[in-house]
């Protein structure tokens, strides 16, 4: 019962770094999202895959690179970390539908 | 116009009051409509979605205004426990659209007070 599982929860980073966030979900959904939300703007989507094997970029992809492992793995990489990639990052899944999103309890990022 | 707007409130009732929320969208074509809650550095949480035709959970009831390219939340018998904020969430592209993005507002912070 473990719904969208994303690690690690916390990370700290220095500037120029690189990492890789990891989400993976067992409700056999198709679609998979990751989210930055920063005070004031909301949740905004980075990348996007609506099915395996494919990818789209978002509002705010710039600096990311994603990879769809399976359908049941999204990841997220910051290839050279910067301050305004810190963030609170949330990986989420969706049945195609009317059914909303189950959101990853998320991860805590600091770029110092 | 912004995709998704809500009032930012903060929204501050004594428990027990009725509090109604309001959010527009700027795409008519617009399918599905949610409210999800997110408690204070947790993640959002699916609360509700809403149907053309109006639904109700409890003391929540949400509507859809496709006129006017509204939603709205109504929460009836606040409880301490509601405190949070409340996200009003649009698929702009439909369900049989390719791409199905969520587009989230910035949300409504509520506090009920004892």
């Known amino acids: 019962n473990a719904g969208v599982t994303q690690t690690p929860k916390f990370q700290v980073l220095k500037t120029g770094q690189s990492m890789t966030l990891q989400c993976a979900q067992d409700m056999n959904h198709n679609s998979m999202y990751w989210y930055r939300q920063d005070p004031g703007m909301g949740l905004r989507l980075i990348y996007y895959s609506a099915s395996e094997g494919t990818t789209d970029k978002g509002e705010v992809p710039n600096g990311y690179n994603v990879s769809r492992l399976n359908k049941r793995e999204f990841s997220l990489r910051l290839e050279s970390a910067a301050p305004s990639q810190t963030s609170v990052y949330f990986c989420a899944s969706r049945v195609r539908g009317v059914y909303g999103y189950t959101f990853g309890s998320g991860t805590r990022l600091t770029v110092v | ?114």
């Open chain 2, 1 to 114: 116009r912004k995709e998704v707007e809500q009032d930012p409130g903060p929204f501050n009732v004594p428990e027990g009051a009725t509090v109604a929320f309001n959010c527009t969208y700027s795409n008519s074509a617009s399918q599905s409509f949610f409210w999800y809650r997110q408690d204070c550095r947790k993640e959002p949480k699916l609360l509700m979605s809403v149907y053309s035709s109006g639904n109700e959970d409890g003391r929540f009831t949400a509507q859809l205004n496709r006129a006017s390219q509204y939603i709205s939340l109504l929460i009836r018998d606040s409880k301490l426990s509601d405190s949070a904020t409340y996200l009003c969430v649009v698929n702009p592209d439909g369900i049989q659209g390719g791409s199905e993005k969520l587009v989230f507002g910035k949300g409504t912070k509520l506090t009920v007070n004892p």
